[in-house]
DNA sequence: TCACTATTTCGACAAACGTCTATTCAGGGG
DNA sequence: CCCCTGAATAGACGTTTGTCGAAATAGTGA
């Protein structure tokens, strides 16, 4: 072990993560966000919805080759997470990006 | 469903994400990086690491009610997602944080 | 009311995960 | 050389996850 070491970083810059102490509550409030991006069907998901303003559930669906039932779970994740919202409009359902909490995740690994 | 909205958003900004279309292949290779940090234990070892240049596992352990080959489970993964670095020195185990992989993942959360 | 479509929920199942104990590996000091 | 300590690995076990097909729900329109 310890052999995986490839990239030679700046030692004295880092992230939002240093800054406070993070204790277990706060951990346990902010990971399943970070868990819910950690899969790539819903990474893909969540980049897709926040490419456009709202995107049809039917319109992700048809980028995968998973079941309509796979994605709709996976939406839900998303949504529990806190990450995206959904609206129904008719027939369909569309989803938003919620940027507060992509942004307030990302300030928390961002280099500062 | 679709109840679960109850913050406001401004529309017009997003992040990362949005720009590039992440394919299914960059999805696999970056997903494995918000799942190490997907767990309430490796987010606070990770939050630790990062708030010193460097720390033994010795201090990490002694802060959890967790085993000791939990904790080195853990720091597998944060290793092998390339979020931290080890380097073993004499007895102690040293791991240190690679702000430029959480910069990376910061960025594509990062409203901007 | 009935049929049709879009989406979610339910129930099942294999694979992956988090945790533990027991064991092994690496170094240091008598 | 042997023992002690810090850390990692191996193996086991219960839980969670990702996926599916079948069924239920919501809405549209004839």
Redesign the interface.
């Known amino acids: 072990?310890?052999q995986?070491?490839d990239?030679q970083?700046?030692?004295d810059?880092?992230?939002g993560?240093?800054?406070?102490?993070?204790?277990?509550a706060g951990?346990?409030r902010?990971?399943?966000m970070?868990?819910?991006?950690?899969?790539?069907?819903?990474?893909?998901l969540?980049?897709l919805i926040?490419?456009d303003?709202e995107v049809c559930v039917c319109d992700l669906t048809s980028q995968f080759t998973l079941s309509g039932p796979t994605i709709s779970h996976h939406l839900?994740v998303l949504?529990?997470a806190?990450l995206v919202?959904?609206?129904?409009r008719g027939t369909w359902?569309y989803y938003?990006?919620?940027?507060?909490?992509?942004?307030s995740?990302?300030?928390?690994?961002?280099?500062g």
């Open positions: 072990m310890c995986d070491r990239v970083t700046d030692r810059a880092c992230c993560l240093a800054r406070q102490p993070l204790d277990s951990a346990e902010i990971a399943p970070f868990k819910a991006l950690g899969d790539p069907v819903r990474l893909r969540a980049a926040a490419s303003d839900r949504r529990e806190g919202e959904c609206e129904r359902v938003r990006i919620r940027p507060e909490a992509l942004g995740l990302g300030a928390l690994l961002q280099v």
